[in-house]
């Protein structure tokens, strides 16, 4: 077998991805404040993967993902779409491709318009880029809802009529409307109460396996990305720390940040054992100031006299693996 | 961590009995709490889960007497300390609230004052309490945001709440809600808006709370996995009754009813094997209005039969209580119930 | 603070400016009108439209002319009205602000007092027959026009039942400065600061109860609740408080143009020589120079009373302060 054939194709490729967001005025207090929102981020989609993208608030997943969907401009870096070069495209010139990758969001509450039925939402897609006549549209509804698991007689109601978990599944019916080949997903399911969250993730599993769908995930739920995503990204203050398959990221964490993180996350071990856990000290640095050299180097328990001066960068770190960190955690695929 | 709370002769703090809400309105009597009973003891951690619509929120606004709205209807009986809430006087709750029993919010961003600092909210709280000058005061508030971990806490008492990221503003909000000692602290989803790494410390806090202050606590969330690190007993509310009760191990080790076993399940799991796809509850709680009769959880049930009609009650088994027909008569096997009904669809 | 303080009051000096021009354009630069007509009033010689147009550069670029009105009106102060036989207009502005200030402030006084009572009283029973009452006082209160109001308190007070023990002790419509007779200052102004009240009180009460019924919705008051705080406590500490944010930015925005001369059928129905009724005596005889120096009095009371609201403002809500 040639390496051609085994290599996965790349759907999306982001590189050197920096987004800084201008905040305040000269003349009110505490002048211009510039938020490093994404600072050099690079990262892989590959055709037929779910991404998982971690981290807790103000680390950046949500801009990144809007950032990928050219939704935000970028100041710095390259994206490339089906190997095409869409970091500079005019919103004009991107719209023909916004069919090909399409975004669900966090909020099912807000993120409905409460004034139209559900058809005109989901049909909207469908009528905006007019390539179907209006009998097309009436049968890919149905076929819609059907793939979403909603009943077809939902179609002529409004949003508030529905639970959390209908809403997430009328967004999602119209973010497939098109049958777009990316999806990013921003925290679709942090909304849900628990026993909706499981429904909606096996949806996404269903939808992926059937419709060949690419997903970048983002949460910040561990445990369900883990469920989820073939490789994930774990990212702190608007860099991607560690990056890798799902399993080897969560149980063999090289970054301390990753470790820390699946320490904090509170487990259902039903033999009452609590578990042993890296408590993180302090807050999270603000993103408008944040530390030289390693960003993390202020929370790091290993951190060191390099740590505060050199910035580290995402290297490889064995097969299908890279980490941000100066001084990766041994127990890690370093070792091959 | 202390063994099965049930062996223990620990006094009881707070005893709530029957305890009903409704709320009348236009189409009728609208039921959020239906003969609602549990007890906490001294120094313990009672975990109250629930998802929308369970009224877990509600259950901890009635042991305050917090619900203000006209329209309510509250029956039961709420003894703490031997006393029953609901019969005494609003100026006699008023000394009990914030002193005796105190209450900490999920938004802590919402749930200060936006107009005054840190340092006054806390101080105005310790003076309608005990006789301190403002000095006293200021001073017994810094001290107490030191207690709590806040680091240079003289500055942060002079900081308004939107100044603190959401840690800070938690911790302050639990130093408000300590500064009078009191014997119960009811903490309402205190976690949930915070990110991950921060609610682990805010967690470790309240458990040092036992320890240090000697408190009780009802702890309500709706992760079952803050449940398992916190709590010593835990009660899961649906649709406004009691699913199941009883101690930590117990419930989330043996489950007894449907729906707590439905949850614990549908949790993504950390460690081991993978499902294909998770196992999840069909359809969604249901919302006060629409309430089946008979067993509330019947319409999503895997297991429910015909007797689900009537509305089961709480029946005890060892240490645990579940509100389901199939606890009738002892835990029940869910392997074996599951076979019963497979065999049962293959005929 | 500091720094946004300084570029409020520059912000205030370009809308001042903005607010020059404009007038200066629109009383003499519209077209197909004389100017020099207009400000000699009617029934002019030719010999004082020569002087006018002469003495304000009316041959000259408009910037020039702009600025020569300018000079006239704030510098030399002695821009004179032809209508009134050439009766300084800038003295008699400024003889006629003690007065609307007089009504003014102790107007405010009385609806800022009640306007809160009202709204407190009507949140903390709302609901109740009490709350509605008020609130019906209040539209009633907003819906009656001012000079229909100080009409009719004039029939009452001044001839139907002036010789009544209620209203004997009235004196006769107009003013008695502060200086000259206290008392009669007094008297002269308490069924004028009634009638200009009413207006507000209802408009005041109607919005602070509306304000705090929604403050009440708001966590933080359920927080001071299980705080252990008394009722009362909790209405002026935590929900009155909140709620003055807007009450103060209303208020102040509401003075200003009522100092500014809005009080003007106020003053025009009791006879007061204020600057409204200046205003008022101005556009009847259609006296360019006197409107202008009230158009541009007026403006600056406003602009200032906006500035130093948005000022209060961020001392009032410290989240303004830090805001973006």
């Not at chain 1, 970028?74 to 190997?83: L, S, V």
């Not at chain 1, 628990?194 to 396996?209: C, K, P, R, T």
């Not at chain 2, 835990?234 to 009883?246: F, K, L, S």
Request: net charge positive; aromatic share 8%; proline share 6%.
């Amino acid at each position: 077998m040639s390496e051609q054939m085994t290599k996965p194709k790349s759907m999306l490729q982001a590189a050197g991805l920096s987004k800084t967001f201008r905040l305040g005025s000269r003349f009110r207090a505490g002048g211009i404040q510039h938020l490093q929102a994404l600072k050099d981020v690079s990262v892989e989609v590959q055709t037929g993967e779910i991404l998982g993208l971690v981290g807790e608030s103000g680390c950046g997943k949500s801009t990144l993902g809007r950032c990928l969907l050219r939704l935000y401009d970028i100041d710095d870096g390259r994206i490339t779409f089906k190997d095409r070069d869409i970091s500079h495209l005019s919103q004009r010139e991107l719209r023909p491709l916004r069919a090909d990758m399409q975004m669900v969001f966090q909020d099912p509450y807000s993120s409905l318009n409460p004034r139209r039925r559900v058809r005109d939402l989901i049909a909207e897609p469908l009528r905006v880029h007019g390539r179907h006549s209006e009998r097309d549209v009436q049968a890919r509804l149905r076929e819609l809802m059907e793939l979403v698991n909603l009943s077809p007689d939902f179609l002529s109601r409004f949003p508030h009529e529905f639970s959390g978990g209908q809403r997430q599944r009328i967004g999602i019916a119209r973010a497939i409307a098109l049958s777009p080949s990316l999806i990013v997903a921003d925290e679709p399911v942090s909304a849900l109460d628990v026993s909706v969250q499981a429904q909606i993730v096996n949806l996404f599993m269903d939808l992926q396996e059937k419709l060949g769908l690419t997903y970048v995930f983002i949460a910040h739920d561990l445990s369900v990305v883990r469920q989820i995503a073939t490789r994930t990204a774990v990212m702190y203050l608007g860099s991607i720390v560690e990056l890798g398959e799902t399993d080897e990221v969560l149980h063999r964490p090289a970054h301390p940040y990753t470790a820390a993180l699946i320490s904090a996350v509170p487990e259902a071990d039903a033999s009452g054992r609590i578990k042993a856990r890296t408590i993180l000290k302090g807050e999270p640095p603000s993103p408008t100031n944040p530390p030289p050299g390693c960003r993390f180097h202020t929370r790091c328990p290993i951190a060191q006299e390099r740590c505060r001066v050199e910035v580290p960068r995402l290297m490889p770190l064995g097969h299908n693996r890279s980490v941000a960190c100066h001084f990766p955690l041994q127990g890690s695929a370093g070792h091959a | 961590m202390p063994a099965d709370q049930t062996q223990t002769t620990a006094k009881t703090l707070l005893d709530v009995q029957d305890l009903c809400v409704s709320f009348r309105s236009e189409g009728g009597l609208i039921r959020i709490l239906e003969n609602v009973s549990f007890t906490v003891r001294e120094r313990e951690i009672l975990a109250i889960v629930g998802e929308s619509g369970s009224g877990k929120s509600m259950t901890s606004l009635a042991v305050m007497r917090l619900i203000t709205d006209p329209n309510a209807v509250i029956t039961g009986s709420i003894r703490y300390k031997g006393r029953d809430l609901l019969q005494a006087s609003e100026r006699e709750m008023r000394s009990l609230r914030g002193s005796d029993i105190a209450m900490i919010f999920q938004d802590p961003m919402t749930a200060m004052t936006p107009v005054y600092t840190i340092g006054w909210q806390i101080e105005e709280q310790l003076r309608a309490h005990q006789k301190l000058s403002r000095r006293a005061a200021r001073a017994r508030a810094v001290e107490l945001l030191g207690e709590m971990g806040v680091p240079s806490p003289a500055k942060v008492a002079g900081r308004y709440p939107h100044q603190l990221s959401g840690g800070l503003r938690q911790r302050a909000m639990i130093a408000m809600a300590l500064s009078c000692n009191p014997s119960l602290l009811i903490a309402d989803e205190p976690t949930t808006a915070l990110d991950v790494t921060v609610q682990a410390q805010i967690l470790e806090l309240i458990q040092r709370l036992r320890a240090d202050f000697g408190s009780s606590v009802i702890f309500i969330t709706h992760d079952m996995g803050v449940v398992a690190t916190v709590s010593d007993r835990v009660m899961v509310m649906y649709a406004g009754i009691i699913a199941e009760r009883g101690p930590k191990p117990a419930v989330l080790g043996g489950p007894q009813h449907p729906y707590t076993l439905g949850l614990l399940h549908s949790i993504p799991p950390m460690h081991g094997v993978r499902p294909h796809r998770l196992p999840s509850i069909p359809g969604s709680p249901p919302a006060p209005m629409g309430r089946p009769a008979g067993c509330a959880f019947q319409p999503r049930c895997d297991f429910r039969m015909d007797i689900c009609a009537t509305r089961p009650p709480l029946f005890h088994n060892g240490t645990q209580e579940a509100s389901c027909w199939l606890a009738e008569k002892g835990a029940p096997d869910w392997a074996r119930e599951r076979a019963i009904r497979a065999a049962g669809d293959a005929a | 603070m500091f720094f946004p303080v300084i570029r409020r009051l520059g912000e205030m000096l370009f809308v001042m400016f903005g607010i020059s021009v404009v007038v200066f354009l629109i009383f003499f630069a519209t077209p197909g009108a004389d100017p020099a007509a207009r400000i000699a009033g009617r029934n002019a010689t030719p010999q004082v439209l020569a002087q006018v147009r002469h003495s304000f550069g009316f041959d000259q670029p408009l910037p020039v002319q702009y600025v020569k009105v300018m000079e006239k009106l704030f510098v030399s102060r002695d821009l004179t009205s032809f209508v009134n036989r050439g009766e300084k207009v800038i003295p008699a502005v400024v003889e006629a602000a003690p007065v609307t200030l007089s009504l003014v402030l102790g107007a405010a006084v009385i609806w800022v007092v009640f306007g809160i009572w009202v709204g407190v009283t009507a949140a903390a029973t709302r609901g109740t027959i009490i709350d509605r009452a008020l609130m019906f006082a209040g539209l009633v209160g907003i819906s009656m026009p001012v000079f229909w109001v100080g009409s009719v308190a004039n029939l009452l007070t001044q001839s139907r039942w002036h010789n009544t023990w209620l209203f004997h002790w009235v004196p006769g419509l107009g003013y008695t400065p502060l200086t000259q007779h206290p008392l009669l200052w007094f008297k002269g102004l308490v069924i004028p600061w009634i009638t200009l009240a009413i207006l507000y009180i209802g408009l005041y009460g109607r919005v602070l109860r509306a304000n705090l019924v929604e403050a009440y919705q708001e966590d933080f008051i359920r927080t001071a609740r299980a705080k252990g705080l008394s009722e009362a406590r909790i209405m002026f500490r935590h929900a009155l408080r909140t709620s003055l944010i807007t009450f103060v930015s209303m208020f102040g925005l509401d003075f200003g143009a009522l100092v500014g001369g809005g009080a003007l059928l106020t003053e025009v129905v009791f006879n007061l020589p204020g600057v409204g009724r200046l205003t008022y005596l101005a556009l009847q005889s259609l006296d360019l120079p006197f409107i202008m120096a009230t158009v541009m009095y007026s403006s600056f009371f406003v602009v200032v009373a906006n500035a130093l609201v948005d000022i209060a403002y961020a001392w009032l809500d410290p989240r303004v302060r830090d805001a973006r």
